[in-house]
């Protein structure tokens, strides 16, 4: 009897342990699947910031394009009116040092051009100065 109480007892510890490396078995397999779930969700994320990232690079791409551009339609602008005071600048000296010339060294002739009008009017108000 003692036999039958010893198999009894190896028998019920084998089932036992077949269970406990069952449960085992089956609690790495959830864990191994917890941690697939895991790493899918933080690819998703980390795939979802690229893109995010891409469309910001994308985005200040385009911005510092259409800056740049403003920019040098801007300088170019300057520039066009930079050298348009300086020809009227340069025009106005030019007319002030003729006028100053034909003062010193024309006598009344640059007064009476100064007087006129239009040229087809004549000379009006001979002697009086307009300007």
Avoid at 17 to 25: E, G, H, I, N, Y
Wanted: aromatic share 4%; net charge positive.
């Amino acid at each position: 009897m003692a036999f039958w109480i010893s198999a009894a007892i190896l028998a019920g510890s084998t089932y036992q342990a077949d269970q406990a490396r069952r449960s085992a078995t089956k609690a790495r397999q959830m864990a191994t699947q917890e941690a697939a779930t895991a790493q899918k969700a933080a690819d998703a994320q980390l795939l979802e910031q690229q893109k995010q990232t891409s469309i910001a690079k994308e985005r200040l791409s385009a911005e510092t394009a259409r800056y740049a551009e403003q920019k040098s339609t801007m300088e170019a602008e300057a520039q066009r009116i930079a050298e348009q005071l300086e020809s009227e600048r340069r025009a106005m000296g030019q007319e002030e040092s003729s006028k100053m010339r034909a003062r010193l060294r024309g006598g009344r002739r640059a007064l009476l051009s100064e007087e006129r009008l239009a040229p087809e009017m004549g000379v009006l108000g001979a002697g009086v100065s307009y300007g």
